[in-house]
């Protein structure tokens, strides 16, 4: 089984630990010291080795920061997490604090009023990042240092870095080779007039030389560096001792294999101008380069656009990985509606729906811990099962189920909401609300240029008619055998890269009763051009296609909410999932999905 059911840090566990970290503060001179959740990758997910936000503090959520004072350590997290935070940190060792609603500038020149200098690894923090806190902190006596991770010096047992094997991932499934894209991307840097590309991201990389690795849990990617130079030649820096014979082959002559420990090194030495993303690369590659007097460019990271815009290629076998995990919800679900009330628990749901994935005999892994939150836990957005919070699931509850699997052809995303027993009448009007949103992303036209930021209004309009909301975006990128969460693209009030054609992003509402109920509706989708309507103005718009086929719980639906068309989308829907899935589906499972997805 992939998913583990420990609890792999307790609160218990702070108060020691940041005496420790506070001793060696004082010992270096500082006056405070910055814990990000951040890797020098700057991934989403961390492997065991960089997860010191959750080895200082006990909370385990995907993102968040720590600022320890002498006297005050702050946990900063957003409106997903500050319910579990609450749950996960030993107060009042560990001060919750609500991010982005304080930041950390205000918040240090509140708790330094005197000043100090502040510490922080500048491997796990990028220029972008500093500049914003420096820019914050101006006119005060609080002083920024990079400095040797303090932390790691009193991590006595921290885990050894990730060996994950380094594979090839099919030209035939991405759709072009690495020798094109490297190829087209040593043209941009031409153009511009950039010697080489420093990158950092490790799904970038894995895009960028076709390869797929093992070192962060749920994510296929590898730790390491590259440097792509303006020839189409690269370097790539990694533990030479994960890839085989096969991937090195598949790498090529073009691309040579150095050790991690010679990136510094290899920047010292590279001629200028060298592109460097502000919003990822670690501030110590900028050091680096400045020590050595090679100069530098500030620009976008050149594989995350490209990489957003799926080939047909990736489509196509997105397609497929969705279609069968469509299956194996559907198999799951004819299971879990045979239960009665009070059998199971949410690490019985969390089983038997790895189980179903796993039966399909292509599950490479989980594309991220399975959420099963009942009840209550429900209302944790990212709520992770353990031993310890294991729930009973009883007559009337809700239960989230967010999940997804890793296949060779794609990343699925999906959540459905399920109801046990008998619904209340507040949780089914709430659903039908979170439904409409998620139909309304759906059958959406819009025009060619705008952003996450300009539609996610749209999913929210039937909650806030009723006063209700929620704390996270509509939706976020997806990759295809890549990171379940991937940049740029999201469908949220923050984002302003404009949609288009080929990126597949999540469609996501939900609401959050806190202590009684949670839901969230989740399908994947694809933008697609449209082709203009009969009576229109000709403009170009762009839409979406549903990847993910798995039917909703009628039983959730209020259907005297529904307008007529969004009736009639929930009836389409309903028939391809029929259509799509039926085949793929074992008698049993086959005649319950018949049932569930009866005209209404």
């Not at 590659?285 to 047909?312: E, F, Y």
């Not at 009942?374 to 294991?390: I, K, Q, W």
């Not at 399908?523 to 762009?542: F, Y």
């Amino acid at each position: 089984m992939f998913q583990s059911f420990t609890q792999s840090a307790r609160p218990d566990q702070g108060p020691p630990r940041l005496a420790n970290l506070r001793r060696a503060m004082a010992e270096a001179g500082l006056a405070g010291w910055l814990v990000p959740r951040a890797d020098a990758h700057q991934g989403e997910y961390v492997a065991a080795c960089d997860d010191r936000l959750a080895w200082l503090t006990g909370f385990t959520g995907s993102a968040g920061f720590c600022a320890v004072l002498p006297d005050v350590a702050g946990v900063f997290t957003d409106g997903r997490y500050r319910v579990q935070v609450r749950a996960q940190v030993a107060i009042p060792h560990f001060t919750p604090v609500d991010w982005p609603d304080t930041r950390l500038g205000p918040w240090l020149r509140e708790h330094l009023p005197e000043g100090g200098t502040v510490g922080f690894d500048p491997w796990l923090y990028t220029p972008e990042q500093i500049d914003a806190l420096t820019e914050a902190l101006a006119g005060t006596a609080i002083h920024l240092k990079p400095h040797t991770n303090l932390l790691d010096s009193i991590w006595p047992d921290r885990p050894a870095p990730p060996q994950g094997a380094i594979t090839p991932w099919p030209d035939t499934l991405a759709g072009t080779s690495h020798a094109e894209k490297r190829a087209a991307l040593a043209e941009t840097l031409r153009a511009a007039g950039q010697t080489a590309a420093v990158l950092t991201l490790t799904d970038s990389l894995a895009w960028l030389f076709n390869i797929r690795g093992r070192d962060i849990p749920r994510n296929p990617v590898a730790q390491g560096f590259a440097i792509l130079r303006d020839d189409g030649r690269a370097t790539l820096f990694t533990d030479p001792a994960k890839l085989d014979a096969a991937a090195r082959a598949h790498l090529g002559s073009e691309i040579t294999l150095s050790p991690s420990e010679a990136f510094e090194t290899a920047l010292a030495a590279l001629p200028g101008p060298v592109r460097l993303d502000r919003a990822h690369v670690p501030l110590r590659v900028v050091q680096v380069l400045d020590a050595a007097g090679v100069p530098h460019v500030w620009g976008a990271d050149p594989c995350i656009l490209p990489k957003a815009r799926k080939t047909p290629a990736e489509i196509a076998a997105t397609r497929s990985a969705h279609l069968r995990d469509g299956a194996a919800m559907c198999e799951f679900l004819a299971w879990f509606d045979a239960q009665s009330p009070g059998t199971l628990t949410e690490i019985d749901v969390v089983r038997q729906l790895e189980q179903a994935r796993a039966a399909t005999g292509q599950l490479l892994d989980i594309s991220f811990d399975t959420i099963a939150g009942s009840g209550p836990n429900g209302a944790l957005p990212h709520y992770r099962v353990t031993e310890a919070s294991n729930r009973r699931l009883l007559d009337g509850d809700l239960l989230v189920l967010d999940s997804g699997g890793q296949y060779l052809d794609g990343t699925t995303d999906i959540t459905r909401t399920l109801p046990i027993g008998t619904p209340g009448a507040a949780e089914r009007a709430a659903f039908t609300r979170v439904l409409q949103g998620m139909i309304a992303i759906s059958r959406l036209r819009f025009p060619r240029g705008l952003a996450g930021r300009d539609l996610d209004a749209i999913a929210r309009t039937p909650l806030w008619l009723a006063d209700q909301d929620y704390a996270h975006g509509t939706g976020h990128g997806v990759g295809v055998y890549l990171c379940v969460h991937e940049g740029p693209q999201r469908l949220s009030r923050l984002s302003e890269v404009p949609l288009e054609p080929g990126m597949i992003l999540s469609n996501e509402p939900g609401y959050y009763r806190e202590g009684a109920f949670g839901i969230r509706i989740e399908n994947l989708i694809v933008v697609t051009a449209l082709n203009p309507l009969p009576d229109g103005d000709g403009a170009t718009q762009l839409g979406f296609e549903t990847l993910t086929y798995t039917p909703l719980d009628t039983r959730l639906i209020d259907r005297d909410m529904l307008s007529i068309a969004e009736r009639d989308w929930l009836n389409t829907y309903h028939r391809a999932c029929r259509d799509k899935i039926g085949p793929l589906l074992s008698p049993q499972a086959r005649l319950w999905l018949e049932k569930v997805t009866q005209t209404s």
